[in-house]
């Protein structure tokens, strides 16, 4: 072979080993590449999964959050955010002119100024709203996060609970003070008093009974308001439901000197209710028409169609009451009149609200003072 050939040859065998080389770089830059990608792709994914999961999250939060930059423009709000401060629009506004709130403003600005966390609630009487506000400042940006909770709910419970203290304490205090006092009588001689002594002890007894009546119903209160009470609901005939409540009251109001009578068409349809518990409704009201309505007065018993359901109704033709507490005869204790309400304990409608509410009825009071009152509650058709 000549010098030359080989010289060639070497040459090409030399190329052919740089082009291999090259060839095996490049690929590997290319696989390299292509890991590069396919992580990135996943990093992409994994993010954008964890963005839809937080924007679902701050969606669906009750709380509201409001993200506003360093001029206090807002940048971001979820829904509730916006529900709360009444505000469909709030991006591009400034946090001023949302939170409409002299107190949660100047939280905002001390946390911008102090670059701490700050927090204030505040009740806002033309919102009827009480709320609670953590402002969080964002170091870096220079941005802050609020974060708003309602706390309208969780404080309107909060004075229900102290009421009711208050009202039972204050209840019990008068049967309580009298029984004292009779048991006191009656140690101091009344006991051997062979006319005051009997007299005293049915007085005790009539306050006990009282105060048993007070419990029993406080006791039937909680266990419905708390849901323990399970409704055995059924297909009941309105007509047989007040024919029921009719009988047992019957001995009552002619004791009573009424007249009652039911006024019920014999084609209504059933209701979903338990029969025990509707009664125990009516029997309320009817007690409450004879307490309220003067002898010689009539109680009627109504029961008619009404849209997807039965109203029915206890119509007297007693005192009637006043406008201006008809809107709060359904509150725990209330009673119009203390005086003309005898031993009432003030809880009997309150509890027939509840029974009402839990047939997913609705009951309501129609009044004219001196003519008399009609009391409607609607229970749904079976
Ligand atoms: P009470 O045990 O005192 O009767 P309720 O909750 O049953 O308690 O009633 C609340 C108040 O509503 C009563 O104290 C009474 O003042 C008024 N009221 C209820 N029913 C009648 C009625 N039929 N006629 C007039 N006032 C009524």
Known sequence: MSLALEIALSLFFLLAL???????????????????????????????????RLATVLDQLT????????????QFANPAAKRLFSSPNPIGRTVTEIVRSHQLVEAWRRS????????????IPARRQF??????????????????????????????????????????????????????????GALSDP????????RIVTEVDA????????????????????LKFASVSPKELLASAADRMKMQTERAGLNLRVECADDLPSVRADDMRLEQVLVNLIHNAVKFTRPGGEVALLAEADGSGVRFGVRDTGIGIPADDLPRIFERFY???????????GLG?????????????????????GQGSTFFFTIPQS
Not at 63 to 74: F, H, P, R, S, T
Not at 112 to 123: D, H, N, R, T
Not at 195 to 202: I, K, Q
Request: no cysteine.
């Open 18 to 52: 740089f082009l291999a080389w090259r060839y095996f770089v490049l690929r590997r830059r290319v696989d390299e590449q292509d890991n590069l990608v396919k992580s990135f792709n996943l990093q992409l994914s994994t993010l954008s999964s964890e963005r839809d």
């Open 131 to 188: 709320l609670q506000l953590v402002v969080m400042p964002d170091e870096h940006a220079g941005g802050s996060l609020l974060l708003v909770q309602d706390l309208t709910r969780v404080r309107r419970l909060e004075t229900v609970r102290r009421d009711f203290v208050s009202n039972i304490s204050h209840e019990l205090r008068t049967p309580l003070a009298s029984l004292k006092a009779l048991t006191e009588t009656l140690q101091n």
């Open 335 to 345: 009673r119009v009149d203390k005086s003309r309400s005898g031993s009432g304990t």
């Open 211 to 230: 105060l048993n009546q007070m419990t029993q119903e406080l006791l039937d209160l909680s266990r419905i308001e708390s849901g323990q009470v399970e």
């Open 112 to 123: 911008q100024q102090i670059g701490e966390l700050q927090s204030e609630s505040v009740e």
């Open 63 to 74: 709380d509201g959050v409001l993200i506003a930059d360093a001029q206090g423009k807002i």
């Open 195 to 202: 006319e005051a002594g009997p007299r005293f002890l049915s």
């Open 349 to 369: 409608l309150s509890i027939a609200r509840h029974i009402v509410e839990a047939h997913h009825g609705k009951i309501w009071a129609d009044s004219i003072e």
